[in-house]
């Protein structure tokens, strides 16, 4: 069985020309004396890559993707309200390979209510504090967020970068991933339709994994039967996001010089 696992606004990302030149920062010679600046609608360019067993989602004007800081835990809550009695150990279980294959630790921050929406703010004091809001991961149908659920799709996700206007140098702080009530898997992972396989492939999502064209990839736009874990493409481009990359600084919500660039989901 085939099921569509993609995320509508990252298809369209893809279906760009390959040969685009990457278009110069929209928000560089702006100037915000707000502590987060507004939301730009305008993402960057998607890699030039589609075709390969590996594509980035966001990649700078050099080449080099858009990441997050590897050397740094990727904090994450989960709204169980919906979610299946397996949920839990199936995240736990998908991080633990992200982990493997990124060298990227994640950290549970307990459960929230918070609900996925298309425009999440990506800092919310009161709810989270004073760091960046965690990745949430959460289940919902399709009328209950304004995340484009296509009826067949399991999952969306998409991660949020912000921009630090004074270098340009883009770094992914927090991310969602909507799963969707509607669709009935089973737990684990011994199955491509399995509910951990479809988390694994989201979170390659949030780490900066866009997808390709390879049915063979756990990143293929939809299941394929046998693919249950990353494969040797994914696994490629997994290094490229990780550890091995080098560490980087985050910015903190409180800067004044950022611009959030949100992939809407
Ligand atoms: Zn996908």
């Known amino acids: 069985m085939v099921i569509p696992l ?3 606004a990252l298809l369209i990302a893809l279906d ?3 040969s685009r030149p990457a278009p110069r920062p929209s928000g560089s010679s702006e100037t915000s004396t707000e502590p987060t600046a507004r939301p730009s609608r305008r993402p960057p360019p998607p890699s030039p890559d589609s075709d390969a067993a590996y594509a980035f989602t966001f990649v700078h004007d050099d ?28 995240i736990t279980e998908a991080f633990a390979r992200l982990t493997a294959a990124t060298g990227i630790n994640a950290e549970y921050d307990g459960p929230t209510d918070e609900v996925p929406t298309a425009a999440r703010e990506p800092y919310q004091s009161e709810r989270y504090g004073d760091e960046w809001a965690p ?7 399709a009328d209950e967020t304004d995340i484009a659920f296509e009826e067949s799709t399991s999952g969306a996700a998409s991660p949020t970068a912000v921009r630090k206007r004074s270098d340009g140098e883009l770094v ?27 988390i694994l492939h989201e979170l390659g999502h949030i780490v900066g994994l866009a997808h390709v064209d390879d049915r063979a990839q756990l990143m293929y736009r939809e299941s394929s039967e046998g693919v249950v874990a990353f494969a040797a493409g994914d696994t490629a481009g997994l290094r490229q996001l ?7 600084t985050t910015p903190a919500p409180t800067e004044v010089d950022l ?6 989901a």
């Open 6 to 8: 993609s995320v509508v």
């Open 135 to 141: 990745v949430l991961i959460a289940w919902v149908g």
């Open 242 to 248: 990780g550890r091995e990359a080098g560490c980087l």
């Open 16 to 18: 760009r020309p390959s």
């Open 172 to 198: 992914y702080v927090t991310g969602e991933v909507a799963l969707n009530t509607g669709n009935d898997h089973g737990s684990g992972f011994d199955t491509a339709d399995s509910w951990g396989v479809v």
């Open 63 to 90: 080449g080099h993707p858009v990441r997050w800081n590897p050397c740094a835990p990727i904090r994450y809550v989960v709204n169980l309200d919906g979610a299946p009695t397996s949920a839990l150990p199936d």
């Open 259 to 264: 611009e959030v660039i949100e992939t809407p």
